[in-house]
C-alpha cells in the first residue's frame, strides 16, 4: 500500500508561482512512476507530467512545458510541482498519482485557482 497527500494549493493571481508537495508513504520503493495531474471543473482529468524514478527522467505536457517543474526528494519521499507564469487555465485540482507494476495510487487532491 502507498498513500498519497497532496498540499500546496490555493488561490494566485494569473502570472504568479505556487509550489505543490505530494507526501508519498508506505511501499514506495515499489512505485516506478509518480504523476501529477490534473482536473479542471467539467474537464476531464490531464497528465500534468511524471518521473521515473529509476532515472529521473521527466516529461511535461504541451500545455504546462517551460512553466512547470517536477522534482522529488528521496530523502524526505515528497515530490513537487512548482508552477510559474500561472494561466487562468491552469485552474483545477491537482492529483499525485504513484504508479507501480499492475498497481496505482491516488492522492485525494489540492485545488488551485488562478485569478485574474
Known amino acids: 500500500q502507498v498513500q498519497l497527500l497532496e498540499s500546496g494549493g490555493g488561490v494566485v493571481q494569473a502570472g504568479g508561482s505556487l509550489r505543490l508537495s505530494c507526501s508519498v508513504s508506505g511501499r514506495t520503493a515499489d512505485m516506478d512512476y509518480m504523476y501529477w495531474y490534473r482536473q479542471a471543473p467539467g474537464k476531464g482529468r490531464e497528465d500534468v507530467g511524471e518521473?521515473?524514478?529509476?532515472?529521473?527522467?521527466?516529461d511535461y505536457a504541451n500545455s504546462v512545458k517551460g512553466r512547470f517543474t517536477i522534482s522529488e526528494d528521496n530523502a524526505k519521499n515528497t515530490v513537487f510541482l512548482q508552477m510559474n507564469d500561472l494561466e487562468l487555465d491552469d485552474t483545477a485540482v491537482y492529483y499525485c498519482?504513484?504508479?507501480?507494476?499492475?498497481?496505482?495510487?491516488w492522492g485525494p487532491g489540492t485545488p488551485v485557482t488562478v485569478s485574474s
Open positions: 518521473i521515473r524514478r529509476s532515472d529521473g527522467h521527466i
Open positions: 498519482n504513484a504508479v507501480g507494476v499492475g498497481t496505482y495510487y
